[in-house]
């Protein structure tokens, strides 16, 4: 269930998409260095409204490349960085990970390390970004009728290090029983 690092993206202000890079760093119980939602507090601007001493559960965003491809195929092109992600990937079903998996990047034995804390629960910015989609990464299961975020995750940085374009990634699941994500 590994994968494999295809960008990385930050973006030192508050705008919806964020930069490609070659390299960003990671820092342990912060964020992406330089990123205007690192922090040990909430960073995004509705949480801040809401409680500013709420801890930053979203540290680090990542989003799969495969959405990318399923988007384009219903007419909407996406690139890395332009959802606000701060790592790209491809390979690993981010949205299927239980909560508190742990993806390490680069070398098994080392390597910064992040954990997965829930889903992103997209806005309307989305829709600012492209009209209509938001209802494409955001809808409902046919069947059950709960509904389905597939704006990627967020996660919390447990080790720090450096993280890039090539990188692999590494999966480790808690231990039993898994909790499934939820939005945070």
Same mark, same amino acid.
């Given at each position: 269930?590994?994968?494999? $690092?295809?960008?990385?993206?930050?973006?030192?202000?508050?705008?919806?998409?964020?930069?490609?890079?070659?390299?960003?760093?990671?820092?342990? +119980?912060? +964020?992406?260095?330089?990123?205007?939602?690192?922090? $040990?507090?909430?960073?995004?601007?509705?949480?801040?409204?809401?409680?500013?001493?709420?801890?930053?559960?979203?540290?680090?965003?990542?989003?799969?490349?495969?959405?990318?491809?399923?988007? =384009?195929?219903?007419?909407?092109?996406?690139?890395? /960085?332009?959802?606000?992600?701060?790592?790209?990937?491809?390979?690993?079903?981010?949205?299927?990970?239980?909560?508190?998996?742990?993806?390490?990047?680069?070398?098994?034995?080392?390597?910064?390390?992040?954990?997965?804390?829930?889903?992103?629960?997209?806005?309307?910015?989305?829709?600012?970004?492209?009209?209509?989609?938001?209802?494409?990464?955001? /809808?409902?299961?046919?069947?059950?009728?709960?509904?389905?975020?597939? =704006?990627?995750?967020?996660?919390?940085?447990?080790?720090?290090?450096?993280? /890039?374009? /090539?990188? =692999?990634?590494?999966?480790?699941?808690?231990?039993?029983?898994?909790?499934?994500?939820?939005?945070?």
């Amino acid at each position: 269930m590994d994968g494999v $690092v295809t960008a990385v993206s930050s973006n030192g202000t508050y705008s919806f998409t964020k930069p490609n890079r070659e390299r960003v760093t990671l820092l342990a +119980g912060l +964020g992406v260095e330089g990123d205007v939602h690192a922090g $040990v507090t909430v960073r995004h601007r509705s949480r801040v409204a809401q409680d500013p001493t709420q801890p930053n559960l979203r540290q680090v965003h990542l989003i799969h490349e495969e959405l990318f491809t399923e988007l =384009a195929g219903q007419g909407h092109q996406v690139r890395p /960085g332009e959802l606000g992600e701060n790592i790209t990937t491809r390979g690993i079903d981010l949205l299927a990970l239980p909560t508190g998996t742990l993806l390490r990047f680069g070398d098994v034995d080392g390597g910064a390390v992040v954990e997965i804390t829930g889903l992103r629960n997209p806005c309307r910015q989305i829709d600012d970004f492209q009209d209509g989609l938001l209802k494409r990464v955001v /809808g409902r299961d046919p069947d059950s009728g709960e509904i389905v975020r597939k =704006a990627g995750v967020m996660s919390v940085v447990r080790e720090g290090g450096t993280v /890039g374009p /090539g990188d =692999a990634v590494h999966v480790e699941l808690p231990a039993h029983p898994h909790r499934p994500l939820e939005r945070v």
